[in-house]
């Protein structure tokens, strides 16, 4: 499912605030990551999307890319999430719910979820300890059900940007 370039009329109006706010001009190499962002429905690093963009246009450098990635998670359209390999993956965030992700330790993918359960039992436990939660993120670490199939051969993990499964049932519902 291709979302069309209109769709994104509001992402870059908070974006374009966003840097008028931060004193920065409006450029088409910015433009472009943004629209090349919002196209893409991964968990990317700065990297991936450094290699996305630069299919498109050459002069792009990393650190235009960074610092892009960098003005649109202060912007709320991206959020930084971590899978425990190091690396600073970055999501969409703008009108996207809370979930939580399963990552596979042989293939990369990850797996979204929610599951009100989960959450109650997170609120309710730290409302037993007196702990005011501000926010919370988990992550479960493990072998897909590929990954199981075909666990007799040889994986390789991709260095490419970790693809993204969008799992919606909760348990028991
Ligand atoms: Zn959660
Ligand atoms: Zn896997
Ligand atoms: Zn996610």
Redesign the pocket.
Known sequence: MVKKKEEFVEEKEIFLEHIQKAGLRKTAQRDLILEIFLRTED?LTSEDLYWLVQKQDPSVGHTTVYRTLKLLTEAGLARE?RFGDNKTYY?HHFKHEH?D?MICTECGK?I?FVSAEIEDLQDQMADKFGFRLSHHSLRMWGACAECQQTSSDVHAVPSGAQP?VRVRSSVGN
């Open positions: 968990h999430v999501e979930h992700h990850v979204e993204r």
